[in-house]
């Protein structure tokens, strides 16, 4: 099976990633993110869904209980408004989990 790869976020954060094949799914509210991410996520197509800091932030329950699963990879990534830290300090933990000691600094 070929997985695929999503991005979510407002129309003007995401539609750059089109071009590199990346499916975006904008959106414009904590609700919409939830809706699409639970869609995206009992499709069974996507290896990995991108969301931008902005919204990641919003709904950060929401989106830990669906990243339980194996996949898909849930990634924040900063927005075209910067970064708030978010998503780099997910990555932190990750890493820190996986290898048993905060490497990162």
Do not use: W
């Amino acid at each position: 099976m070929e997985y695929k790869l999503a991005i979510l976020g407002s129309e003007d954060a995401i539609l750059g990633f089109k071009a590199l094949g990346v499916v975006p799914h904008a959106i414009n509210s904590k609700d919409e993110l939830v809706a699409k991410l639970k869609g995206i996520c009992k499709s069974e197509e996507y290896a990995v869904v991108l969301i931008t800091e902005d919204f990641f932030s919003e709904a950060k329950e929401e989106v830990f209980e669906l990243s339980q699963r194996p996949l898909p990879a849930i990634i924040p990534i900063p927005s075209h408004k910067g970064t708030t830290g978010v998503g780099q300090e997910k990555i932190k933990r990750i890493v820190e989990q996986a290898v048993g000691s905060d490497i990162l600094g």
